[in-house]
């Protein structure tokens, strides 16, 4: 089995502080006006705009943003440097972004002026494996947080795209492989260290500053501060786990879909699967592909209703975890040092890329004609410039065990979320698939699958939670520092 589901495989403006930190004029204008030259005096490295390296330092993971540039970019080193930063923004009246790993969908992990906070020098993780939990810093990506726990013989639920930054991941939600079996990343933060816009460093966790730490489940990164660390629960892993891949022809794709929507959500726990649909190279294709925490020997009966459809042809085997997450990530033949976007790590071969993308929750099986409806979706995209893909991320088991209000991430009724995904252009074909399934989606969406087009992106992404959120940020940001497109308002 050699296939991978990376992102591409499954297959932007901040505001000022506002009148109440305002601007001064005269010499208490000019020196403000000097301290923002200079920068936040920070340990680490500031690169200003002009300066050698500086478009590499501010450039997101989505090509698309290129031309969004801060004025600098700050690198600190701690949690000290991070209220540093924090303070001389707010005292400087400098929009900033907490930036982990530059994943934002919708870019929102830089602006166009101001500071960007790049947290990738706070990549620390500390593993207590007695207690079964790791302190993970916030700009660690989650290959390096994989390969880590599995030295263990631990893991963390999380996704495959190798270099996302755990921060963003885990805020939004974070839905991956081990969803299923252990729940989404946000389940199992135990705690997390903030900066406030106040410049105080807080723990949140379920006995200090609990509001906070239910916000920081699944309510969306940089609503509320700098996230500079977070305590997990780890969890053990077998010495191998089980990847498969069921593929069919173009000509059972409908068929395959409606088994893989009736197995799925409602399969055992240890198994979590992604169905895809794409289009690219002129060629569509259908596929599901998932982990199982089990061995390989046990698929062929639990797939059954898989195999079942007509043309299905399976592909499994037995993986150490790690290889599994490799494999994923479709780095299974290159080194863990390559592993990760240029010029995010010394050595890191993959490319960036330019996407767009949408989703949708579906909590009812998508009937005949929703189905065909997408099918014919995936095979019209082959009509277009680039290629697209509609992928179907798995929910039920350990994430749905959770209530709709016991966490920020409000998404608990559902069985799976479709992500509508288009690189290299597809505007209108994203719009137009995405406008034909909502009579059979529920109105919400995915924070993490971040859509800049969403009108009604406060109920689609927090539902019942929105105004419980709204309270938090005003307890913890009254000025609305921290500030982005779809931030939580007041």
């Known amino acids: 089995m050699d296939g991978a589901i990376d992102r591409r495989g499954f297959l932007a403006g901040a505001g000022a502080l506002g009148v109440s930190l305002g601007i001064g004029t005269g010499a208490r204008g000019a020196a403000r006006a000097a301290g923002r030259a200079s920068g936040p005096p920070i340990r680490g490295q500031v690169i200003r705009r002009g300066a050698s390296g500086f478009l590499q330092a501010a450039h997101v993971y989505n090509e698309r943003f290129d031309g969004v540039l801060p004025n600098l970019v700050a690198r600190p080193l701690d949690a000290a440097d991070v209220r540093t930063a924090v303070q001389w923004g707010v005292a400087h009246g400098v929009p900033l972004r907490a930036r982990s ?59 495959s795209c190798p270099s996302v930054g755990i921060a963003g991941h885990a805020l939004g939600g974070g839905m991956g492989l081990a969803g299923r079996q252990f729940g989404l990343t946000a389940d199992n933060i135990l705690s997390a260290q903030i900066v406030t816009a106040d410049g105080r460093l807080r723990t949140a966790s379920a006995s200090s500053n609990p509001d906070l730490y239910w916000a920081l489940r699944g309510g969306g990164g940089g609503n509320f501060g700098v996230v500079t660390s977070f305590t997990v629960r780890a969890h053990p892993v077998p010495p191998t786990v089980a990847g498969f891949t069921v593929t069919w022809p173009w000509s059972q794709a409908d068929e395959a879909l409606a088994a893989w929507q009736a197995w799925g959500p409602h399969a055992r726990s240890q198994i979590t699967s992604i169905f895809h649909l794409s289009a690219s190279g002129g060629a569509t294709t259908v ?22 459809v007509g043309g299905a042809s399976l592909s499994a085997g037995n993986f150490g975890y790690l290889q599994a997450q490799l494999m994923w990530a479709g780095c299974s033949n290159i080194s863990l040092t390559a592993c990760h976007t240029q010029g995010t790590r010394p050595g890191g071969t993959l490319a960036r890329d330019s996407f767009q993308a949408k989703s949708d929750y579906v909590s009812r099986p998508l009937p005949d004609a929703a189905r065909q409806a997408l099918v014919r979706a995936a095979q019209n995209r082959l009509a ?47 719009n137009s698939t995405a406008a034909s399934m909502r009579p059979y989606v529920t109105g919400g969406a995915y924070f993490n699958y971040t859509d800049p087009g969403l009108k009604r992106w406060q109920t689609a992404y927090y539902g019942s939670n929105y105004p419980r959120l709204q309270k938090i940020r005003r307890a913890v940001d009254p000025h609305h520092y921290f500030n982005f497109p779809q931030a939580i308002g007041r």
């Open 287 to 308: 596929n599901v592909s998932g982990q199982y925490f089990g061995p390989a020997s046990d698929l062929r009966g639990l797939l059954a209703p898989l195999t079942a």
């Open 384 to 430: 277009m410039p680039g290629h697209g893909a509609i992928l179907f991320d798995c929910y039920g088991g350990a994430i749905n065990r959770v209530k709709p209000g016991a966490t920020a991430f409000v998404h608990r009724n559902v069985l799976f979320c479709i992500q509508y995904l288009s690189y290299d252009g597809g505007a209108p074909w994203l």
């Open 101 to 159: 790993g530059g994943h934002s969908y919708a870019g929102y992990s830089t602006l166009s002026g101001g500071m960007v906070l790049d947290l990738r020098n706070m990549r620390g993780i500390s593993i207590n494996v007695g207690k079964r939990t790791a302190t993970i810093g916030a700009g660690a990506q989650l290959i390096d947080v994989y390969n880590a726990l599995a030295a263990r013989g631990l893991t963390i639920p999380a996704g």
